[in-house]
Structures are given as C-alpha cells and as structure tokens.
C-alpha cells in the first residue's frame, strides 16, 4: 500500500494563516448587536451616535446614568417591558442577576408631541441589552427603540 506524504511547505502556511485572518475579521464584524457594532458605547459620544443611528437625537448635556441589579425574579411589569424588549431583538433574562448601567437622555425633538420625551439605554460590558423611548408625562407613552 501506498501513502503519500503530506508535505507543509510555507505557501500552504501562508494561505491558512489569511484564511484564519479572514475569519477572525468575519467574526469580528459579525459579533456587533444592534446596529452599534462600529460605536463606542463606553462613552457618551458612542451612545448618542447610536441612538441618532436609530433615528433620536439625544441631547448630551442631558445624560443621567445609574447603576442598576436587573432582578433576579420578574414582577408582572417586568416581564412586559422584558416582552418589549424581545420584540427588538434584546432580552433581559439572559442578564438576570446582572449589574449594568441606564444612561437616560432627554430627545431634542418627539414627532407629534408636546411632553418631554427621553431614550433609554441598559449597558452592559460596551453593548446594548435593552432600551426604550418614553414620555415623562404621567399618561405618556413607552416604545422601543426604533
């Protein structure tokens, strides 16, 4: 029986190591959430590009951030704001348990409104695990996103 050697010359290295290369970049590229992949979330420039991405334009000067535990148990609110969220692609059981930060910022401008209206973002480790726009009014409105 015969077998033919395999020989490792340095063309064949060369050409994994690019392949390997191209496939760090894909990976790279395809692990960004949300549209904020090329966004810095870590600063209020990043955040306020992310949410102008979606539309909003946010005023910087009015950003408040808090830390925040998401509970380990959901209350019935919770879980309908939670029902939000999945409807935009996030989902906060997955972050039970877990301490982020809300940075809220006040909108420049609502379409068809006369309250004050604000964006929401949960941060966590530089991505976006949840977020919502919402009237400060006592009867407001809450949506998501986009």
Known sequence: MYVKSFKFSRRL???CLAALG????ALVLLSGRG???????????GRV?????LGWEADPASEVAQDVIIPS??????ENYNQLQQEQGFDLTEYRGVRCTVYTYTLVYYP????EAQACLYIYKGQ???GDIHSTAVDGFMHGLQ
């Open 13 to 15: 290295a060369v050409a």
């Open 22 to 25: 191209i496939l760090l970049i």
């Open 35 to 45: 549209g904020g992949a090329s966004t810095d979330l870590d600063t209020t420039e």
């Open 49 to 53: 590009s992310y949410l102008k991405e």
């Open 73 to 78: 148990t959901f209350t019935e609110v919770l």
């Open 112 to 115: 068809n409104s006369d309250c």
């Open 128 to 130: 976006v695990i949840a």
